[in-house]
């Protein structure tokens, strides 16, 4: 059933922002392989490009000024 504060102030259970979360992570990250972090830094630059390149493209702004 729902209360009324859940319905007001969605809670996300599965996120976490505390220091040491960020610490796990960085360390997971660091005992990766250096391909592994190389392919990843790869994929993320080819992905931010293509949807930038993408929404710059097509953008309603883009095309009133054009």
């Known amino acids: 059933m729902w209360s009324r504060r859940s319905a007001t102030r969605p809670v996300s259970r599965g996120l ?18 250096i391909i592994t972090r190389v392919r990843f830094v ?6 931010l490009a293509l949807y930038f390149g993408f929404s710059y493209r097509n953008s309603k702004l883009n095309n ?3």
């Open 16 to 33: 976490s922002a505390s220091p040491s979360s960020a610490r796990w992570k960085i360390w997971l990250i660091s005992h990766l392989d």
């Open 64 to 66: 009133a000024i054009n």
């Open 42 to 47: 790869v994929w993320l630059l080819l992905g």
